[in-house]
């Protein structure tokens, strides 16, 4: 099949996996126990640098498209696949919104929580360090009054009126931060809004496979 997602449970990788399934588009996707780069013989050859997502578009013969960062995967599919209401054009009005929450939901709200992850459930005991694990906790929230503030005064979504793939990247980043039992933290307008992300069938979908997870989360 021309499009290929390598995905792992509760990683960034639910980002394009939600993407396409909003979009309808026919996709193959190997499931793969975490971290790939140890559990999945082979990967490290198709991705050397052994992360999770990989994503490659093999519809054009002359062109094989191979990506790595889960948000840019999502931009590239309704770039490229769309016209989608998931985009934001450039020449609406949110477009500078639409591309502020992109980068904004891995490099701003994803970050602090890897870093909660690693030192809280990755490391072995003996080399946990809580206090990191707290600084960032504060970090994470901080950083989260921007959706807030962003929902206020009744908004549905985070720009243009309408679910795009600004509210999946940011939406993800509430998803994980549920998962390692941070959602105690959520202001109201956001966790109503992320209670209307996860209502959505194509989140659903996305994110079936993460029974399967081989990580023990502390919201889990």
């Not at 499009?3 to 193959?28: N, Q, V, Y």
Request: proline share 7%; aromatic share 14%; charged share 25%.
């Amino acid at each position: 099949m021309a499009l290929k997602l390598w995905h792992c449970a509760m990683s960034r990788s639910i980002r394009p996996l939600w993407t396409l399934e909003e979009m309808g588009l026919d996709f193959e996707i190997e499931v793969m126990p975490f971290p790939p780069r140890f559990m999945h013989a082979g990967y490290t050859e198709i991705n050397p640098i052994g992360t999770v997502p990989f994503f490659s578009d093999s519809n054009d013969p002359d062109n094989l498209v191979t990506m790595t960062e889960s948000t840019g995967i999502s931009q590239y599919l309704v770039d490229r696949y769309g016209p989608s209401d998931l985009a934001v054009a450039p020449t609406e009005a949110a477009y500078g919104d639409y591309l502020n929450w992109l980068h904004r939901s891995d490099a701003t709200l994803t970050f602090p929580q890897t870093l909660v992850l690693r030192y809280t459930v990755l490391e072995p005991e003996e080399t946990r360090l809580p206090k990191v694990a707290d600084d960032y906790t504060k970090w994470f929230y901080a950083r989260l009054r921007s959706v807030e503030l962003a929902l206020q005064d009744g908004r549905e979504f985070l720009c243009a009126d309408r679910f795009t793939i600004a509210d999946i990247s940011v939406g993800f980043a509430l998803y994980f931060a549920e998962a390692l039992g941070l959602r105690g933290g959520f202001k109201p307008a956001t966790d109503a809004y992320f209670e209307r992300l996860k209502a959505r069938p194509g989140f659903q979908r996305a994110t079936t496979y993460d029974a399967s997870s081989a990580i023990k989360l502390p919201g889990s």
